[in-house]
């Protein structure tokens, strides 16, 4: 059974999400403070997190700098803050999705599943033989899921490796905004696109010699991002 911990100062959306979580077959531990809920994602072993923004002890956004300094798992951040700053900070700091309160339990639960679903088809499927993807000094090995830039290895989140994986498998194809969110996300953008926004940002500060004239994934303005071979 998928463990998931919910880090949610008010117990009764906590309760809540628990509620739907566990009707849907996951088993759910809840902490209350962001100090507590960091030292249970380190300490314990959670397939996701599902963390609030503002909390005592310590906020959200540090929360997810901490944990994705040492784990990769997904991460669902959920704030009643409505702002755009931050969301992109937020995903910024790792965080994979990003939820508006008030949001419905359904939706929720909706996409818990999607993440985990992708997680564990991505990370947890295991092949003889490495699949390698090599584009003109970028080298991708989806089995490890392991990037090396002119032979030097960097570190991707799970979403930017997936997102820049499926656009180097599909050179020259323009994808919008919402085609992306819907492929690596698997679910209708609902007004996230600054999570892809935010994703491809990142994506060329780690693989581009001069962010301001990518030479691998190209803006296509009014339309969206290709991958240039």
């Not at 704030?79 to 969301?87: F, L, N, P």
């Not at 830039?149 to 994808?175: C, M, Q, R, S, W």
Request: net charge negative.
């Amino acid at each position: 059974m998928s463990r998931i911990l919910i880090i949610e100062d008010e117990e009764s959306i906590a309760d809540l999400e628990k509620d739907y979580l566990e009707l849907s077959d996951f088993q759910v531990h809840i902490e209350n403070s962001g100090d507590k809920g960091l030292e249970a994602a380190l300490e314990e072993d959670f397939d996701l997190v599902i963390l609030d923004l503002m909390l005592p002890g310590m906020d959200g956004f540090d929360v997810c700098k901490r944990i994705r300094e040492k784990k990769n798992i997904p991460i669902l951040m959920v704030s009643a803050k409505k702002d755009d700053i931050d969301k992109i900070r937020g995903l910024g700091l790792g965080a994979d999705d990003y939820m508006t309160k008030p949001f419905s339990p359904s939706e929720l639960v909706a996409r818990v599943k999607a993440h985990m679903a992708r997680y564990d088809r991505l990370v947890g499927s295991a092949q003889k033989t490495n699949d390698i993807v090599e584009i003109r000094g970028i080298k991708i090995d989806k089995t490890a899921r392991r990037v090396w830039i002119d032979g030097e290895e960097k570190t991707f989140t799970t979403k930017e490796f997936d997102l820049l994986t499926f656009l180097a498998e599909n050179p020259n194809h323009v994808y919008t905004k919402e085609e992306l969110f819907r492929e690596i996300w698997d679910m209708d953008s609902i007004g996230d696109i600054a999570t892809v926004t935010v994703h491809i940002k990142k994506i060329r500060e780690k693989i581009e010699f001069d962010t301001s004239k990518p030479q691998y994934i190209e803006t296509i303005w009014g339309v969206g991002y290709r991958f240039k071979v």
